[in-house]
């Protein structure tokens, strides 16, 4: 039998530190969605919280904690990243597992903002996105997600395929940042 | 007035004060035999053809502007005939013929220059398409040649030809595509059918369009009634407004295509390069300024300029493709309106009023277009028949879905092309 | 130009795909004529008109916008999904 090994999507691109900057690649666990069924909100989110102890998040918003979380993933949809999705979910909701599809980094530091504003179309500063925030938007030509997870921190995904691409168009930003002194 | 050599050597040793006004500035009549509404450089070479050919010079053309403001003041000016489709590849083809004489029988310096256009390919795939559609130029008695990579190269030694997504495996060279002054070629034609006695009458808008028992019988426009039994509309751009006046609803959605000029330099593009992986395409004109654009904004607009992604996007394709402009400051843009219709591919028909025709639907390819859409046009206005290169224009593809003219292949819909 | 999604707020042209105008769709067999004007025929007007866009990078939501042509000033967004409910 074959032992195939599995390759995390940024595998030999991450880490990056360049300035005050630094990307890695984050191990989010099970990634599933959540589509609640239409007038299942409010059950979903109770179900959600019992089995995993964290509200569905409101519109661009996260819940829960580094390990187990909950972020805001499109009109009526979140995303549970950490644990695998309980099964009493798929009561109220359309659950499907996300797990190899999406590519996951944090940048953090005192210039990730400055990082992002080159990339991304949307305002991610503090008094705009707060800790706990979250977003659907680009990434230069990549949709992604992008949650604050802290004052310098914010979890980006972007689709597995484009793990390279977002990577380069970090560094690029990034040196460009630190070039500015 | 007519233009010699040494007319010019002798208006330059006395001061250029002997050149009188190209065109008169008639006063409407109450009557034409025919009018053109649009003076464009549709319009115009309708008016010249309809005059040269067909000897109807009792008619006007209409401008609710002044001669040559339209797009065809503003394009990036590129002449070619490298279509693959029946229908659309007589046509251009014809065009480009009458451009090669165009200067001779307008008597009209259009700078019409056949520096050579040269479509990059950058895939296998593409490769084999554009080795079709040269085969397909070549049947059409038009010239073309697939060059290689090394071959692509010796034309243009400035381009990266390593870039990691889109490299350059070769080239469609088509040597008789080119550009030409797109102000000189309206007021070539501008002067040559005002020779022929027609009224180009400017600041003249049609408001209305008279219509009696299924035939049209007139205009109405701010400088007062014209009666005509013949009607053109040549108004691209604003086709729709123009044909509502007739009761008219056009497969026609208005869009703008954004371009750009650099400041002016040293020659050093002598090819019109088109790069359709990047949506992006260049030339640089006889004033030294590089003159480039992408593609649509993608959404409907008549405010004449786009935005900002857009532009963003086509800088970032022309830096893709030769690093060497990013140096280049840029001048000036604008956003054109273009009349995009389903399939890509323009509309030459009459329509169901007797009397009353139609010339629109050119997207964003009008300008080569113009000797043979006038050509065309004129034909069929003066004949009541199609003109054989261009009998596949027709209305009433779309509602019969016979004779598309889907050229890009993506379909038959509106804001696929 | 920006338009403010219903959902995710004000957003970046950047993100949106356009679609086209908002138009009735016809009954299946309401015939070719009913079919040439949904699919060809445009009124094209120089002015106000309503517009499906799609939030693609965004939330993903269908949009009925309300824009100027000839100026690009945007009147109104509102969800296609709330529409269809109306």
Not at chain 3, 42 to 67: F, I, K, M, S, T
Request: aromatic share 8%; proline share 4%; with cysteine.
């Amino acid at each position: 039998m074959v032992e195939l090994i599995a390759k995390s999507p940024c595998a030999g691109l991450l880490p990056l530190a360049i300035g005050d900057v630094q990307v890695v690649e984050v191990d989010l666990g099970v990634l599933t969605s959540i589509a609640p069924y239409a007038g299942q909100g409010g059950a979903t989110s109770d179900a959600l919280r019992a089995a995993h102890g964290m509200r569905f998040p409101k519109l661009n918003r996260a819940t829960g904690k580094d390990g187990a979380r909950a972020i805001w993933f499109g009109r009526d949809m979140a995303l549970l990243a950490g644990p695998p999705c309980d099964a009493s979910m798929a009561e109220h909701a359309a659950l499907t597992d996300q797990s190899d599809a999406w590519a996951s980094v944090v940048v953090s530091g005192a210039a990730a903002e400055d990082v992002l504003a080159r990339l991304v179309p949307i305002d991610l500063r503090q008094a705009h996105f707060a800790t706990g925030h979250a977003a659907r938007t680009l990434v230069k030509h990549m949709a992604a997600s992008i949650t604050r997870t802290g004052p310098e921190s914010f979890l980006i995904l972007v689709f597995r395929s484009m793990a390279r691409t977002l990577a380069h168009d970090l560094k690029e930003a990034m040196e460009a940042v630190a070039a500015r002194g | 007035m007519t233009f010699s050599g040494l007319r010019v050597l002798k208006e330059g040793l006395t001061g250029n004060r002997g050149w009188a006004p190209h065109w008169r500035d008639p006063e409407p009549k109450a009557a034409y035999d025919a009018v053109i509404i649009g003076g464009g450089g549709h319009g115009l070479a309708t008016a010249y053809y309809l005059a040269k050919n067909h000897g109807l010079t009792n008619i006007a053309v209409l401008e609710k502007g002044y001669i040559g403001g339209g797009n065809i003041g503003r394009n990036t000016t590129i002449v070619r005939a490298n279509y693959f489709l029946p229908g659309n590849s007589e046509f251009y083809s014809h065009s480009l013929k009458l451009w090669e004489g165009l200067e001779e029988d307008l008597n009209y310096n259009v700078m019409h220059s056949q520096r050579g256009i040269i479509n990059l390919f950058h895939s296998d795939g593409q490769r084999d398409a554009f080795v079709r559609r040269g085969n397909a130029m070549i049947t059409q008695g038009d010239d073309a040649i697939l060059l290689d990579r090394e071959g692509v190269r010796q034309h243009l030694p400035y381009l990266d030809f390593e870039n990691t997504r889109f490299p350059i495996y070769g080239g469609l060279y088509h040597p008789r595509g080119g550009t030409a002054r797109h102000d000189a070629v309206a007021w070539g034609y501008a002067r040559g059918a005002d020779r022929r006695g027609v009224d180009l009458l400017q600041n003249c808008e049609v408001t209305g369009i008279d219509i009696e028992n299924g035939a049209v019988c007139g205009v109405q426009t701010t400088r007062g009634a014209i009666r005509a039994k013949k009607v053109g509309i040549v108004v691209a751009g604003r086709s729709s407004q123009v044909a509502a006046m007739a009761g008219m609803r056009l497969p026609i959605e208005s869009h703008v295509l954004q371009a750009f000029v650099t400041e002016g330099l040293k020659p050093c593009i002598d090819h019109v390069v088109t790069f359709g992986m990047g949506h992006f395409y260049i030339s640089q004109s006889d004033k030294g300024g590089l003159v480039f654009g992408g593609d649509l904004d993608f959404y409907a607009s008549y405010a004449s300029r786009g935005n900002l992604p857009t532009a963003e996007h086509v800088m970032e394709a022309g830096m893709t493709l030769m690093p060497m402009i990013g140096q280049a400051k840029l001048l000036r843009s604008w956003g054109g309106i273009m009349d995009m219709t389903p399939d890509g591919s323009p509309i030459i028909d009459r329509t169901e009023t007797d009397g009353l025709f139609i010339d629109c639907g050119w997207c964003y390819g009008g300008f080569k277009a113009v000797p043979a859409s006038g050509y065309a046009f004129a034909h069929l206005m003066a004949t009541g028949q199609h003109h054989e290169t261009a009998a596949a224009f027709r209305f009433d593809r779309f509602r019969t879905g016979r004779g598309l003219l889907d050229e890009e292949g993506t379909g038959s819909q509106h804001n696929l092309h | 130009m920006r338009l403010t999604c219903p959902i995710c707020g004000a957003r970046d042209r950047r993100e949106f795909y356009y679609q086209g105008e908002a138009l009735a769709r016809p009954a299946p067999g309401a015939g070719a004529e009913a079919w040439d004007e949904y699919l060809h025929l445009r009124d094209n007007p120089a002015g106000v008109r309503r517009e499906l866009w799609q939030h693609e990078a965004g939330c993903g939501a269908w949009l009925v916008v309300e824009r100027n042509t000839s100026t690009h000033e945007v009147l109104g967004v509102s969800l296609v999904l709330d529409e269809a409910q109306a």
